[in-house]
């Protein structure tokens, strides 16, 4: 998940696949935190290449990521979700 961050032109599949990540529950809380941060940075990168997949898999994490602080989830996942919402949205 950290070397995610270093990736400048992401895939519509690597964003899913990351996304999946930070939603699944049987994983660790520490691995879904760190797809959260990824899931920010992968989104900022698809910005800056301004392709037009990012429109879609913005809404898509966007609507994941609320879902995910409607849910009861973990305190440090909540946090996580709320500290890069705001670079997503």
């Not at 070397?3 to 691995?31: G, K």
């Not at 898999?57 to 709320?82: C, F, G, T, Y």
């Amino acid at each position: 998940m950290e070397a995610v961050r270093n990736v400048t032109q992401p895939t519509e599949a690597l964003v899913s696949d990351v996304l999946e990540i930070m939603s699944n529950e049987h994983l660790y809380h520490e691995v879904r935190v760190l797809a959260a941060e990824a899931l920010a940075s992968l989104l900022a990168a698809m910005r800056v290449s301004r392709d037009g997949r990012h429109p879609e898999l913005k809404r898509q994490a966007l609507d994941q990521m609320h879902r995910l602080l409607e849910s009861p989830h973990p305190p440090i996942l909540h946090r996580a979700v709320q500290r890069v919402l705001p670079s997503v949205e």
